[in-house]
């Protein structure tokens, strides 16, 4: 398979900002792996792994302070501002916050329209083309074209998941990063999520990077998983490998520790 993304050697250092403290905190240390087209990859480790910094090197949204990340052969570190804008067409992120990724000023259509107005798309010269795609976008998540004139607070949050998901999708992306996507939602409602994103990634053959705290999530949606503690890489493999067959004692204690998703 393809190698979509292919991060080697990452590391990300900040500063120190409390009372007292000086250098650098190193919140990833030396983290590989390769994520291939229409697998999907599970970062799974507790708050303060590294995940979410992972996430945003990935995304291009920070640079990493040593190490690279490629995407599609293209290496993030030396693409120009014009093609960052084009690779950011094929990657799309989907946050954990539901509620805070929705601008509670906009009505719905206008939030599935944006990404068409900000990337120029052909759609969005036309009215009624914008109308048709973005009713599609709701339709592919489970949710009725009715719903395109309300506001962001009148949906539950596993509606507004279903929201920020059809926004994800609205430039046919190819690769999705999942950054903790169901942690807000309760049980059962995010075991509807994670089926969905199921159905979404055989229909749109879509790559996802899934970004998560539970080690039975990513045993159930995940075909590699890579275990983080404290910004390092514990252990990579397949998921049967992985949660099979745990190499590394967090990797047993972390599948102890949360309950079996109910899908």
């Known amino acids: 398979m393809t190698a979509m993304i292919e991060a080697a050697h ?3 250092s900040y500063p ?7 250098g650098e905190a190193l919140v990833v240390d030396d983290v590989s792996f390769t994520l291939r087209r229409g697998e999907t990859l599970g970062l ?4 303060g792994s590294g995940k979410s910094t992972i996430a945003r090197m990935v995304l291009g949204l920070v640079p990493p302070s040593g190490g690279s990340v490629t995407f599609d052969g293209v290496a993030l570190a030396g693409a120009g501002s014009s093609e960052m804008r084009r690779l950011r067409r094929r990657m799309q ?8 990724a929705l601008n509670p000023r906009m ?9 068409f107005v900000i990337h ?4 969005a010269r036309s009215k009624p083309a914008l109308r048709t795609a973005t009713s599609d976008l709701l339709g592919r998540v489970g949710l009725d074209a009715s719903a395109l004139d309300r506001y962001p ?3 539950s949050g596993g509606q507004r998941q279903r929201i920020n998901i059809a926004r994800a999708l609205a430039l046919r992306p190819e690769v999705l990063v999942l950054d903790e996507p169901v942690s807000a939602l309760d049980v059962s409602v995010g075991a509807q999520v994670v089926n969905l994103l199921q159905q979404l990634q055989r229909e749109f053959a879509l790559t996802y990077l899934f970004i998560t705290h539970s080690m039975p999530l990513v045993r159930y949606l995940a075909t590699q998983i890579a275990v983080l503690r404290g910004g390092k890489l514990l252990e990579l493999g397949t998921a049967a490998q992985v949660t099979g067959a745990p190499a590394h004692a967090y990797t047993r204690a972390l599948m102890a520790a949360t309950p079996a998703l109910r899908a």
Do not use: C, M, W
């Open 44 to 47: 799974v480790g507790e708050s």
């Open 120 to 123: 120029k798309d052909d759609i």
């Open 93 to 100: 992120p989907v946050f954990q916050d539901p509620y805070a």
């Open 107 to 115: 009505r719905v259509h206008e939030i599935l329209a944006e990404p």
């Open 16 to 22: 120190r900002t409390g009372p007292g403290e000086n």
């Open 10 to 12: 990452l590391s990300k």
């Open 153 to 155: 607070h009148e949906f």
